[in-house]
């Protein structure tokens, strides 16, 4: 069976040797005569994986101990409630302060209004222009220091790799930089969290669902400060209360214990690799191929203002639209897949994370080139 280069935005190709070890897996997990699907989460052999699963992140990125790892349900949409339910009040406040940059963040904001007091620090949903160019809204990002943080405010809320726009936060600010030194940072790092080394130290939190660059849909990864939990709105579940879910190491209830386990292959096969920092070296020339031959004629482009446009989503247009099925339909042919952008946008988006080779790349590329030579 020929499996295609897949670019899908996530749920997102994964590597095939965690693939291959869960099939072989599948039935028998380290000889206890039992899939991991049909394990008690309370029972030695999944308190092993799980265990291993958060000791394994822990070292990837260098988690402090005075941070909590949850593995939660939900996804990051549902983060985006449980936040603000778990944090909004933690200065007794009730106010929080987001930086929108693009579709996510804005969804992030829309919820939070339902918890409290939330305002707009800064927000890129405008034309600007930079470095003598003209950038069109959500094609950039804020610069740090002109975003306006409330001296309120529980925390500072921005998403550092936008899947739909493919806007990057290449450096992520820090509270001292805010002005705000006791306002903590929480950061939606689902799609580039693993692509490269994120300091969280400077954090408050920070969440991902794991359906991009760590493992299957169903797993929310959610790394935070353990002084920050504790001040949960009374209306918040208690299955999303952290306070609930850290002191038992995500088996509050039930978690979502498969893909735990494939999260957790996927963790060794990074550090298989040589950890994030390998990745990012492969990341960077992933990147650096597709964004030098999108830049390098007029048939493609990227809108995305340069220093943040992202290594791990690539949206561009064709300069003639109405190529866009017959892109499509040849790009599936030659074995590429998962390029149509995202229906807000349209145009083409090219995910290329951490489980999707050099080699994938190379064929995007050949594909780019062939079908501009038939068509421009
Ligand atoms: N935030 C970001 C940055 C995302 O890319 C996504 C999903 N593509 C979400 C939030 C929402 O995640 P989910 O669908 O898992 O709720």
């Known amino acids: 069976m020929a499996r295609p280069w897949n670019f899908s935005a996530g749920p997102s190709a994964l590597p095939e040797p965690v693939l291959r070890q869960a099939a072989e897996e599948m039935l028998d997990w380290h000889g206890s005569g039992m899939s991991v699907m049909e394990m008690s989460h309370r029972g030695k052999h999944f308190v092993q994986i799980c265990d291993e699963a958060e000791q394994d992140l822990r070292d990837l990125m260098a988690i402090p101990d005075e941070y909590a790892v949850l593995f939660m349900q939900g996804g990051a949409t549902a983060e985006n409630a449980i936040v603000p339910m778990n944090l909004i009040n933690h200065r007794g406040t009730g106010a929080a302060d987001y930086v929108l940059t693009g579709q996510w963040s804005v969804k992030s904001q829309k919820e939070a209004c339902k918890y409290g007091d939330v305002a707009v620090a800064a927000t890129s949903g405008v034309e600007t222009v930079l470095d003598g160019k003209q950038q069109q809204p959500w094609t950039w990002v804020p610069p740090v220091d002109s975003w306006k943080v409330r001296k309120n405010a529980a925390y500072v809320h921005f ?15 820090t509270p001292a930089q805010l002005g705000a030194d006791d306002v903590p940072l929480v950061v939606d790092a689902s799609s580039h969290f693993l692509s490269r080394p994120l300091d969280i130290s400077g954090t408050g939190m920070v969440y991902a669902g794991a359906q991009k660059n760590a493992g299957p849909a169903g797993v929310t990864v959610v790394m935070v400060r353990r002084d920050l939990i504790g001040h949960a709105l009374p209306i918040c579940p208690a299955a999303f209360d952290y306070a609930n879910v850290a002191p038992e190491h ?3 209830n039930t978690p979502p214990t498969f893909a735990i386990y494939i999260a957790g292959l996927v963790f060794k096969w990074i550090k298989a690799q040589g950890g994030v920092p390998a990745l990012e070296r492969a990341n960077i020339a992933k990147a650096e191929l597709l964004y030098g031959y999108l830049d390098s ?10 220093p943040v446009r992202s290594r791990m989503n690539v949206p561009f247009i064709l300069s003639d639209e109405s190529l866009n099925d017959a892109f499509l339909k040849g790009a599936d042919e030659a074995g590429l897949t998962q390029l149509k952008g995202h229906k807000s946008v349209g145009g083409m988006r090219a995910s290329i994370y951490n489980a999707v080779p050099m080699e994938a790349v190379q064929a995007l590329v050949s594909y780019l080139k062939d079908f501009e030579q038939r068509h421009g």
């Open 297 to 306: 004629t007029a048939f493609y482009r990227n809108p995305v203002h340069a």
């Open 250 to 252: 995500s088996r509050f």
């Open 159 to 173: 998403c550092s790799n936008e899947t739909i726009g493919g806007v990057e936060f290449t450096d992520w600010p």
